[in-house]
């Protein structure tokens, strides 16, 4: 079955250590986003990459970053520089659309928690 | 930065009633409008998309779209108690920021038995 496969689901992390979230998709979707969400708030965008090798900075790309080597890859690493990084992490992918937006698919999220 | 806004929730209605969702943007050149539905700790998942004015019907789902006052709704008509959940509401961006979709704070809709 076709989906985006996000790991780990839940990472504990030690403040001042760098952690990556992994995303993978077998939809052979071009374009892939990294979303945060924290408790009560909507979905806010760190990154996303409309093709392999390309990406641009969300609202929140401050202390993240990512790389897209492969069109099925798109890794998230939350580094020390990121000040309150304990939230919920949604990874997406759409195919583009022909003049409209094709709507996301999202994977089952990573949940990480500074201690 | 691009807004979109929803109705303040939480919204509670009872088994069997119509639960009116609402949401508006500030793009005036938005094309495509998404509803999704989030369970409490788990990722959204599409509910409805609407591209074009007007009403479009999914069984117990209801789209509304009036781009000329910036506005979309959701309807849901004879609410279950599984319909518990966020409800987010997604607006694309054109532009230099093509590609992007802005989502609201979301509306937690509780039905009861």
């Known amino acids: 079955d076709g989906g985006i496969t996000q790991s780990p689901k839940y990472l504990f992390r030690k403040e001042g250590q760098n952690v990556t979230l992994s995303c993978e998709q077998n939809l052979n979707h071009d374009a892939m986003y990294w979303y945060r969400q924290d408790p009560g708030q909507g979905l806010r965008l760190i990154y996303y990459?409309?093709?392999?090798?390309?990406?641009q900075k969300g609202d929140i790309a401050e202390g993240y970053s990512v790389s897209r080597e492969k069109k099925e890859s798109f890794p998230l690493t939350v580094t020390s520089a990121q000040k309150n990084p304990t939230a919920f992490y949604l990874c997406?992918?759409?195919?583009?659309?022909?003049?409209?937006?094709?709507?996301?698919?999202f994977g089952e999220g990573s949940r990480l928690t500074v201690l | 930065q691009k807004e979109v806004e929803q109705n303040s929730g939480p919204l509670s209605v009872p088994e069997g009633a119509i639960a009116s969702l609402n949401c508006t943007y500030s793009d005036r050149v938005s094309q495509s409008f998404f509803w999704y539905r989030q369970y409490s700790g788990k990722s959204p998942e599409l509910i409805m998309s609407?591209?074009?004015?007007g009403d479009k019907e999914d069984g117990r789902f209801t789209a509304q779209l009036n781009k000329a006052s910036q506005y979309v709704s959701l309807l849901i008509r004879d609410s279950q108690p599984s319909d518990s959940a966020t409800y987010l509401c997604?607006?694309?961006?054109?532009?230099?920021?093509?590609?992007?979709?802005?989502f609201g704070r979301g509306t937690q809709l509780t039905v009861w038995p």
């Open positions: 997406a992918s759409r195919l583009p659309g022909q003049g409209t937006t094709g709507e996301l698919f």
């Open positions: 997604a607006v694309d961006s054109r532009g230099s920021t093509l590609g992007r979709l802005y």
């Open positions: 990459s409309q093709i392999v090798n390309d990406f």
């Open positions: 609407i591209y074009s004015n």
